[in-house]
């Protein structure tokens, strides 16, 4: 297998994303591309000691910066360390791409360099958010599209299927849809309609109606939702992350006695606290497309990275695009007997 | 001064509204109108030997169930204690309502029967969230209205400094508009137009977008958004209280050695869990109507009712209504000069 990975992208990089991609061949036995700046991937390496057995560099000095307008990775940018993985992943020069840069260029480039999969209406990023279950759930469209369609929400049901039976190795997982109340005629003419369409399709796993409320309380495995919705609700969840971990700090290091206590408990905290750490989880999938795309956080360290490329690796492993494509077959089919 | 009381609204009425109300008459100097069924009122003061004065009770057996149509308040259920408590306020019987039944029907009943004022487009009901800085934040709306037009979400900036200014004593409130991102272009057209409305307020302390993830570290005094969006970060704040008392539960009680350390962190835990729990804010408020009305918990004890009372009191003593009223009309002045 052979994971491409934008060596320009995020805050770390050129010499995190080496770092990461050099532990993810190690422990994955894979191949990596990686696309950016040669020169200086390479002196990252020689510094760093890194081999670059199973690395491949492809040159693509340019970066694209995090505030320019997306559709610019297929103009000005298209020979971007982005846009060149996009471009080696559709030639079929790899099997993943991984990328920690601008979110809306990759979600652009992705749609129009890799493309959508047949029948995909739009892609949408999904995110694992935790729960009190210790088993978080997966919350898409977690920020790719502000205004959906009912059909379109219905559609992410189906790619957060293909993620938790191929990557998560979920059976079966439970669908429910966000809402503002749990019974069948609450919420917007979105959310009834997409109630309905959700509630007809009987390949899925629809358990109806979340209120945000049970969400941290993991009552779901998959949770629909608008973009704009889903943004605010991935970004909250990351608020009350730090304002847990403010909180912590402050009843464990007020004094003497309760750092004493704080010692005793640090297992469990350290554990409660990795719990909540987004880069356990690896990278943000971008559902939809024809290969797998995984979005890594920004200020993704070595250890996220290889997170992200293990993702993309089991993303691979797991055939989602093709269970995607196979489920959305069957969608088109049973609309074409209605 | 006089609070109207709906004596049958919650899951624990009438007997815990009745004590809330006595501990209210007593902490407060004022008295209260009860409406509600009489004998039941009755009974249970007398079974808690709670003394009835300056505890008026207007007899309204009726109540109007929690899934009923909202706008079933002005036909069949006209005659329910919650009717019956609006209609006295609008009467001028009283100076503010409190109930804890059903929000729908308290907000439909309020706008019909008590009336908006003057240049309110929709009534909104605000919520204090609380923050890492240990102030909470005034979120509003909290879920009176799915769609919004960006002139009520200007509106809603509004009620929320009549709020803050009057209620809580915070002079020029930081405003915040909930968004996606940031900067200023960001979001859909509701945001944008809405951002270019609360800039242009010269009266406002518009501070700009807030992400979601900066909500729970208390940038703002008043966060602002459609109800759809105020719904699920309340109730997702709500869950995150929840998963945050599973987990403190987890590592405090795990073994004998854990329970030792709870117990010297004891008092500072119960600190941060008061800091989580919505009843020390007491309830609701619901702006935009001519007189303070406060939504309380459906599951509000003796002490919430209290607090709500004791919020209605601080709505009336800080003339809320005539501050926004003048607000309003300042607002539309500026209009009509342009």
């Keep these: 297998m052979k994971i491409i990975l934008d060596g320009m992208g995020g805050d770390l990089a050129p010499t995190e994303v080496l770092k990461g991609a050099y532990e993810a061949v190690k422990e994955l036995k894979i191949s990596v591309i990686m696309t950016g700046d040669e020169n200086r991937i390479k002196e990252a390496a020689k510094k760093e000691s890194i081999p670059l057995d199973n690395i491949e ?31 080696l992943l559709a030639e079929g020069k790899g099997d993943a791409f991984v990328s920690a ?34 088993k978080p759930y997966l919350l898409l469209d977690a920020g790719a599209n502000h205004d959906c369609r009912s059909d ?23 669908v429910a849809l966000i809402n503002i109340g749990t019974e069948e005629h609450k919420g917007d003419d979105l959310r009834k309609e997409a109630y309905q369409l959700l ?28 973009g704009f919705t889903g943004n605010i609700i991935l970004k909250l969840s990351e608020g009350f992350g730090k304002f847990i971990s403010i909180s ?13 206590s704080a010692l005793v408990l640090k297992k469990r905290i350290s554990a409660f606290k990795s719990l909540m750490d987004y880069k356990e989880y690896g990278g943000a999938p971008l559902l939809g497309v024809r290969k797998p ?4 956080h920004g200020s993704s360290d070595a250890r996220a990275f290889k997170n992200a490329v293990r993702q993309a690796y089991f993303c691979v ?19 074409d007997v209605d």
């Design 152 to 174: 379109m929400l219905k559609q992410f049901a189906f790619m957060g299927k293909a993620y938790c039976e191929g990557v998560l190795k979920i059976k079966n997982p439970s």
């Design 317 to 335: 492993d797991g055939n989602i695009c093709s269970k995607l494509e196979e489920l959305l077959s069957q969608e088109k089919e049973a609309a």
């Design 199 to 226: 509630k007809a399709e009987k390949s899925l796993n629809f358990i109806g109606n979340a209120e945000a409320r049970s969400l941290p309380l993991g009552e779901c495995d998959i949770a629909v939702c608008d």
């Design 248 to 260: 912590l700090k402050d009843i464990l290091f007020a004094n003497l006695s309760t750092k004493l």
């Design 293 to 296: 795309v995984i979005k890594a």
């Design 57 to 87: 560099i492809v040159n693509a000095p340019l970066v694209i910066p995090m505030d320019a307008d997306p559709s610019l990775i297929l103009k000005s940018y298209k020979e971007s360390s982005m846009a060149k993985g996009l471009s």
């Design 101 to 134: 840069g601008s979110t809306g260029a990759l979600l652009f480039g992705s749609t129009f360099i890799v493309k959508r999969i047949k029948g995909v209406k739009r892609p949408a990023i999904g995110t694992m958010i935790p729960t009190a279950k210790k």
